[in-house]
């Protein structure tokens, strides 16, 4: 049979070429998701400042949720100062050093921040030895006023041993001498700088002196390393805290908190992505693959006549497909990886992925692809030949003349129960269950309003047609063929709307949501900040004694605190426990809805004191809370807690889904540090003054900065269009690929009816009649294409809005829509009209031996 399918490919080219362009393309796809996802699995940095320990112990930097991927804490999970006594205790280990890291920034001599190359960091001087990092010059820090800077950090803040050197914690600023030059460890510093101080002054920096950021662990000599690993975690295995053990490469993840949540993120996207592209990979193929069958559809029914029973035709396609399949899949993984790699160079552009992060490149990712673009490709050849080998001899070479006038009972009744089920899950889930639900099921309802209007495209095709006819006919002989075959056709004429509609429908729901979430966004962001002043930082943060600075400025009257992190609610989602992590931020209610407004819906944010939360009506409509429930809450570091849910409010996009107290909130982040302070006058007449105040204090405080309102509401925008971008990049990867599989099927379609051209050529059809016949029919394929991508744009577009926004019309932008529309177009002309002239070069009387 292989020898029978091989010989059929050779003499049937065009077919199988298309069919191996878009397994081609397909498996690619796969793969680069695939590479994404085992390198959120696998892939890491090496260690810098803690490269010389044998083994490091941090916190467990992940949330244990069972059957679902673990997600990654937003801040830093410390370690009790008193754990090092328990690690010392452990067989082969020659010393234990703990070591504190606090953010700093270096103010200039004219009071401006010094730009460094990497963030500075400062630790005490015992976990130099972790590096390690030699004294280059000088001398230890012995007292509170000493720091030794690494080499680079002095070279670029111009300063040497004996200079004195301004260093900032927020905007508090202490003054130090520089006591020696410290040289970088053996393998450098590409991602940080060092300072570092007495073991005392830097648990005084510290938001926590009583609290380690991680326990290096130098081994006996002739320790090995996997061993000791392990004896500590025994040892440590009865520990309340949340204890983790790295060695090698893990290392990396803990000295750098943004690999963890970096490989967190890609381990989801990819997961929820990849599931949505092998979907729409499937489908393309078997878009493809059905036009092959369809377009050979005699020949089956030849062999059909000739004894051929069933099992042979299935037989017969299977091997076909087989060869083609595997060779496109084998071919398209290579690409795949190269693919990971632009698309870990966008996310880097966007700010989600760090700039130096590598992919694990794994074949497990192209196995993986080349096995299921296979079984896709079988089992899409097995339904697409099903009637043919299914019928009776004398029906199907009656069928290959003329395609069914009808379609098939079940198939009608399954595409209508889809377009039901997609309309359902677009617009009455988000009505019914709010929340993260209600978002997924009206962006997967895409995929299912697809399926539905795929099988019952040939109808769509003749209802157009019937519509166009009067408009065709007036072109006399061209347009009378066009309406004739476009009629007569229908079932190949679909093959070629379906990917083109799917391309349409994609680029229309995805830009469409993405304007409507930004759009929403700005508004909250931009009517929500109430304050007259906004006070930031232009590098690390604000310190908390800030609060109390400003208020006794004369004429304010209020000032909030802003702190922000990430917080993760716990709670069941379909009988199963799950975990979700949401932006957050920590406020002071006192005199609050002076200077911010929430858009509160229900219960009042003056409660909002101790174990209380706000949470926003998305996040409160996904865990399925109400004011007076119980919130089981994660805080940034993973301390979790019990809240009670004392208001629920609208501007979740504009300033986040969670609200806590503000000294709940920053007790719990990294450094402790506030991202604004927003400050109200008593009245219009203090605002000049406050305002003449405010820029006085930032003179003379390092790194503040007075914004006007609008300022800080770009901000906020800024920080949630970093998602949306992330959406728009994968989503824009399956758009190329669908792109690709438009051109691809109508140059197919076309070019496969070289023999028809060369009828109509040798019964006095000229060529330009002939052109202008396909020039119509061109606009009958392009009409029902965007027709039918707007009908089942619209529907998970309206949902989407209503899950995010709680709106049911979303922000169109009409210039966009019209511009997709008319590249859809453009792309559908051109792919036939070219196509059209290189079938018509061909003589009429060898067109019609040669080819079908």
């Given at each position: 049979?292989?020898?029978?399918?091989?010989?059929?490919i050779?003499?049937?080219?065009g077919g199988?070429?298309a069919?191996?362009?878009?397994?081609?393309?397909?498996?690619a796809?796969?793969?680069?998701c695939?590479?994404?996802?085992?390198?959120?699995?696998?892939?890491g940095v090496?260690?810098?400042?803690?490269?010389?320990?044998?083994?490091?112990?941090?916190?467990?930097?992940?949330?244990?949720?069972?059957e679902?991927?673990?997600?990654?804490?937003?801040e830093?999970?410390?370690?009790?100062?008193?754990?090092?006594?328990?690690?010392?205790?452990?067989?082969g280990v020659?010393?234990v050093?703990?070591?504190?890291?606090?953010?700093?920034?270096?103010?200039?001599?004219?009071?401006?921040?010094?730009?460094?190359?990497?963030?500075?960091?400062?630790h005490?001087?015992?976990?130099?030895?972790?590096?390690?990092f030699?004294l280059?010059?000088?001398?230890e820090?012995?007292?509170?006023?000493?720091?030794v800077?690494d080499?680079?950090?002095?070279?670029?803040?111009?300063?040497?041993?004996?200079?004195?050197?301004?260093l900032?914690?927020?905007?508090?600023?202490?003054?130090y001498?520089?006591s020696?030059?410290?040289?970088?460890?053996?393998?450098?510093?590409d991602?940080?700088?060092?300072?570092?101080?007495?073991?005392?002054?830097?648990?005084?920096?510290?938001?926590?002196?009583?609290?380690?950021?991680?326990?290096?662990?130098?081994?006996?000599?002739?320790?090995?390393?996997?061993?000791?690993a392990?004896?500590?975690e025994?040892?440590?295995?009865d520990?309340?805290?949340?204890?983790?053990v790295?060695?090698?490469?893990?290392?990396?993840?803990?000295?750098?908190?943004?690999?963890?949540q970096?490989?967190?993120?890609?381990?989801?996207?990819?997961?929820?992505?990849?599931?949505?592209?092998l979907?729409?990979?499937?489908?393309?193929v078997?878009?493809?693959?059905?036009?092959?069958?369809?377009q050979?559809?005699r020949?089956?029914?030849?062999?059909r006549a000739?004894?051929?029973?069933p099992?042979?035709?299935?037989?017969?396609?299977?091997?076909?497909?087989l060869?083609?399949?595997a060779?496109?899949?084998?071919?398209?993984?290579a690409?795949?990886f190269?693919?990971a790699?632009?698309?870990?160079?966008a996310?880097?552009?966007?700010?989600?992925?760090?700039?130096?992060?590598?992919l694990s490149?794994?074949?497990?990712?192209a196995?993986?692809?080349?096995v299921?673009?296979?079984l896709?490709?079988r089992?899409a050849?097995?339904?697409?030949?099903?009637?043919t080998?299914?019928?009776?001899?004398?029906e199907?070479?009656?069928?290959?003349?003329?395609?069914?006038?009808?379609?098939?009972?079940?198939?009608?009744?399954?595409?209508?129960v889809l377009?039901?089920?997609?309309?359902?899950a677009?617009?009455?889930?988000?009505?019914?269950?709010?929340?993260?639900?209600?978002?997924?099921?009206?962006?997967?309802?895409?995929l299912?309003?697809?399926?539905?209007?795929?099988?019952?495209?040939?109808?769509?095709?003749?209802?157009?047609?019937?519509?166009?006819?009067p408009?065709l006919?007036?072109f006399?002989?061209?347009?009378?063929l066009a309406a004739?075959?476009?009629s007569a056709?229908?079932?190949?004429?679909?093959?070629?709307?379906?990917?083109l509609a799917?391309?349409?429908?994609l680029?229309?729901?995805?830009?469409?949501?993405?304007?409507?979430?930004?759009?929403?966004?700005?508004?909250q962001?931009?009517t929500?900040?109430?304050?007259?002043?906004?006070?930031?930082?232009?590098a690390?943060g604000l310190s908390?004694?800030?609060?109390?600075t400003?208020?006794?400025?004369p004429?304010v009257?209020a000032?909030?605190?802003?702190a922000?992190?990430?917080?993760?609610?716990?709670?069941?989602?379909?009988?199963?426990?799950?975990?979700r992590?949401?932006?957050?931020?920590?406020?002071?209610?006192?005199?609050l809805?002076?200077?911010l407004?929430?858009?509160?819906?229900?219960?009042?944010?003056?409660e909002?004191?101790?174990?209380?939360?706000?949470l926003?009506?998305?996040?409160?409509?996904?865990?399925?809370?109400?004011?007076?429930?119980t919130?089981?809450?994660?805080?940034?570091?993973?301390t979790?807690?019990k809240?009670k849910?004392?208001?629920?409010?609208g501007n979740?996009?504009?300033?986040?889904?969670?609200?806590?107290?503000?000294?709940?909130?920053?007790?719990?982040?990294?450094?402790?540090?506030d991202s604004?302070?927003?400050?109200?006058?008593?009245?219009?007449?203090d605002?000049?003054?406050?305002?003449?105040a405010l820029?006085?204090?930032?003179?003379r405080?390092?790194?503040?900065?007075?914004?006007?309102?609008?300022?800080?509401?770009?901000v906020?925008?800024?920080?949630?269009?970093q998602?949306?971008?992330?959406?728009?990049?994968?989503?824009s990867?399956?758009?190329?690929?669908?792109?690709?599989?438009?051109?691809?099927?109508?140059?197919m379609?076309?070019?496969?009816r070289?023999?028809?051209?060369?009828?109509?050529?040798?019964?006095?059809?000229s060529?330009?009649?002939?052109?202008r016949?396909?020039?119509?029919?061109?606009?009958?394929?392009?009409?029902?294409?965007?027709?039918?991508g707007?009908?089942?744009a619209?529907?998970?577009t309206?949902?989407?809005?209503?899950?995010m926004?709680?709106?049911?019309?979303?922000?169109?932008e009409?210039?966009?829509?019209?511009?997709?529309?008319?590249?859809?177009?453009?792309?559908g002309w051109?792919?036939i009209?070219?196509?059209?002239?290189?079938a018509?070069?061909?003589?009429p009387i060898?067109?019609v031996?040669?080819?079908e």
């Amino acid at each position: 049979m292989f020898d029978i399918a091989w010989s059929t490919i050779k003499n049937r080219k065009g077919g199988f070429i298309a069919a191996f362009i878009a397994v081609f393309c397909g498996s690619a796809v796969v793969t680069a998701c695939g590479v994404l996802l085992m390198s959120g699995l696998l892939s890491g940095v090496s260690p810098e400042r803690y490269a010389g320990a044998a083994v490091m112990v941090g916190g467990n930097q992940t949330k244990p949720v069972k059957e679902n991927f673990d997600p990654h804490f937003a801040e830093r999970v410390t370690l009790p100062a008193g754990l090092a006594g328990e690690i010392a205790e452990v067989p082969g280990v020659r010393s234990v050093v703990g070591d504190r890291t606090v953010e700093m920034s270096v103010t200039g001599p004219q009071g401006g921040t010094v730009a460094l190359d990497h963030p500075l960091f400062g630790h005490g001087w015992a976990s130099a030895a972790l590096g390690p990092f030699p004294l280059a010059e000088g001398h230890e820090p012995r007292s509170a006023e000493d720091v030794v800077l690494d080499s680079a950090v002095a070279r670029r803040a111009g300063v040497k041993t004996g200079d004195t050197v301004r260093l900032s914690v927020g905007t508090t600023p202490a003054s130090y001498r520089v006591s020696g030059l410290a040289a970088q460890p053996p393998g450098g510093l590409d991602r940080q700088s060092a300072a570092f101080f007495t073991d005392e002054r830097a648990a005084q920096l510290s938001q926590r002196p009583d609290r380690l950021t991680a326990i290096g662990v130098l081994a006996e000599p002739g320790t090995d390393a996997g061993a000791l690993a392990t004896r500590i975690e025994k040892a440590l295995a009865d520990s309340p805290e949340a204890v983790a053990v790295y060695t090698g490469k893990q290392v990396g993840d803990l000295e750098f908190l943004d690999m963890g949540q970096s490989r967190g993120f890609l381990v989801a996207l990819s997961a929820s992505f990849g599931g949505t592209a092998l979907a729409v990979v499937i489908f393309v193929v078997s878009s493809t693959l059905g036009l092959t069958v369809h377009q050979r559809r005699r020949e089956l029914a030849m062999l059909r006549a000739i004894a051929a029973s069933p099992r042979q035709i299935h037989s017969l396609i299977g091997s076909e497909i087989l060869m083609v399949a595997a060779a496109g899949a084998l071919l398209g993984a290579a690409p795949g990886f190269l693919i990971a790699g632009a698309l870990r160079d966008a996310f880097a552009a966007v700010g989600v992925l760090p700039g130096d992060f590598e992919l694990s490149y794994n074949p497990a990712p192209a196995g993986a692809a080349v096995v299921l673009c296979v079984l896709g490709a079988r089992l899409a050849g097995y339904v697409a030949a099903f009637r043919t080998a299914r019928i009776q001899p004398v029906e199907a070479l009656r069928e290959s003349q003329a395609e069914p006038p009808r379609l098939g009972r079940p198939r009608l009744i399954a595409g209508r129960v889809l377009i039901v089920l997609g309309l359902a899950a677009a617009v009455v889930l988000p009505m019914v269950i709010p929340g993260q639900l209600a978002i997924a099921g009206a962006a997967g309802s895409l995929l299912i309003l697809m399926f539905g209007c795929a099988l019952i495209g040939p109808q769509l095709v003749k209802i157009t047609t019937r519509v166009m006819a009067p408009l065709l006919r007036r072109f006399r002989v061209s347009g009378y063929l066009a309406a004739a075959n476009s009629s007569a056709n229908s079932r190949r004429l679909s093959s070629a709307v379906v990917p083109l509609a799917l391309g349409a429908a994609l680029a229309l729901m995805q830009l469409s949501t993405l304007s409507t979430v930004e759009a929403t966004a700005e508004q909250q962001a931009a009517t929500g900040v109430v304050a007259d002043y906004v006070l930031t930082s232009d590098a690390t943060g604000l310190s908390q004694d800030l609060t109390g600075t400003v208020r006794a400025v004369p004429g304010v009257g209020a000032a909030t605190p802003v702190a922000r992190s990430q917080v993760m609610l716990t709670y069941v989602e379909i009988d199963k426990q799950a975990s979700r992590p949401f932006s957050a931020q920590g406020v002071d209610p006192r005199g609050l809805g002076r200077t911010l407004d929430l858009d509160v819906r229900e219960g009042s944010l003056d409660e909002l004191t101790g174990d209380t939360v706000a949470l926003s009506w998305m996040a409160a409509g996904t865990a399925g809370l109400g004011v007076g429930d119980t919130a089981d809450v994660s805080l940034g570091d993973g301390t979790g807690q019990k809240l009670k849910v004392v208001a629920v409010y609208g501007n979740g996009l504009g300033f986040g889904d969670v609200t806590l107290p503000h000294d709940v909130l920053a007790a719990h982040t990294t450094q402790g540090l506030d991202s604004a302070l927003l400050v109200t006058a008593s009245g219009p007449g203090d605002r000049d003054r406050v305002g003449t105040a405010l820029a006085e204090l930032a003179q003379r405080t390092p790194t503040l900065q007075v914004q006007e309102p609008d300022r800080f509401a770009a901000v906020q925008q800024g920080q949630f269009a970093q998602q949306s971008w992330t959406n728009l990049i994968a989503n824009s990867l399956l758009l190329l690929y669908v792109l690709i599989a438009v051109v691809n099927t109508l140059v197919m379609a076309t070019m496969a009816r070289s023999r028809e051209f060369a009828m109509l050529r040798l019964i006095g059809t000229s060529r330009r009649q002939t052109r202008r016949m396909m020039f119509m029919e061109s606009w009958v394929v392009v009409v029902t294409a965007i027709a039918v991508g707007v009908f089942i744009a619209i529907p998970p577009t309206v949902g989407s809005s209503l899950a995010m926004t709680g709106q049911a019309v979303p922000h169109l932008e009409p210039a966009v829509w019209l511009g997709i529309a008319g590249f859809i177009a453009l792309l559908g002309w051109l792919s036939i009209a070219l196509s059209t002239r290189s079938a018509l070069r061909t003589k009429p009387i060898d067109a019609v031996y040669t080819g079908e």
